[in-house]
């Protein structure tokens, strides 16, 4: 099916830890995003991209990396969990012209 | 600063009623303004987009109005379904520039009860 995958769809992980939270779409979209939705406070913008190569943060970087090599895939790397990092995390793709967007169904992300 | 807010925060409402949800913004000077759906540990599902020159969207039993002047959208649910259940979000999209930034509500989590 047409869409962004996202995996895993729950993860655990030990303060200290790094992981690689897993963002493709298959819909030719060159624009991405990583988003981390937390009680009270909506969704707020991690990190986008605009094409392969291109990257940029956005309100709340801290903590996280990424990079785009190809169209498809925009992985979120946590270079060293902490628990405030604890949240559901969603990839949003969008055409070239940002007329809609298409988000993955979500990570929920544990860090004890 | 762009400010969303969405009232009320839960709605509780028998089947078949129209209903109104409301998207508030502090700056008019918005790009576009979209709603969206989102359904328990679920991701979000693009309802309707409204360009900043546009008054209104429509599809299906839902339609979306925008006031620019007024910083508000509403989004209005004609005969409600149990199906409807679920928390609606509305984001605001500042400019056409490559940043793209969303800037969202807390949303309104609606119940509709057969």
């Known amino acids: 099916n047409a869409g962004v995958t996202q995996t895993p769809k729950f993860q655990v992980l030990k303060t200290g830890q790094s992981m690689t939270l897993q963002c493709a779409q298959d819909m030719n979209h060159e624009y991405m995003s990583w988003y981390r939705q937390d009680p009270g406070m909506g969704l707020r913008l991690i990190h986008y991209s605009v094409g392969a190569g291109i990257t940029d943060q956005g309100e709340v970087p801290n903590g996280y990396n990424v990079s785009r090599s190809t169209t498809e895939d925009f992985p979120l790397r946590l270079l060293s969990a902490a628990p405030s990092q604890t949240s559901v995390y969603f990839c949003a793709s969008s055409t070239g012209q940002g007329i809609g967007y298409t988000f993955g169904s979500g990570t929920r992300l544990t860090v004890v | 600063k762009q400010e969303v807010t969405q009232i009320p925060a839960a709605l509780s409402v028998p089947e078949g009623e129209n209903l109104v949800l409301n998207c508030s913004f502090t700056?008019?000077?918005?790009?576009?303004l979209q709603w969206f759906r989102q359904d328990p540990g679920k991701g979000l599902t693009s309802l309707l987009l409204?360009?900043?020159s546009q008054r209104e969207q429509t599809s299906g039993r839902l339609n979306a109005s925008l006031d620019k002047s007024s910083g508000r959208s509403t989004l209005y649910i004609a005969a409600s379904q149990p199906g409807d259940s679920a928390t609606y979000l509305c984001a605001v999209r500042l400019t056409a520039g490559n940043n793209r930034k969303l800037i969202w509500g807390l949303g309104t989590s609606l119940a509709v009860n057969p």
């Open positions: 409204i360009q900043s």
């Open positions: 700056d008019s000077a918005i790009y576009n």
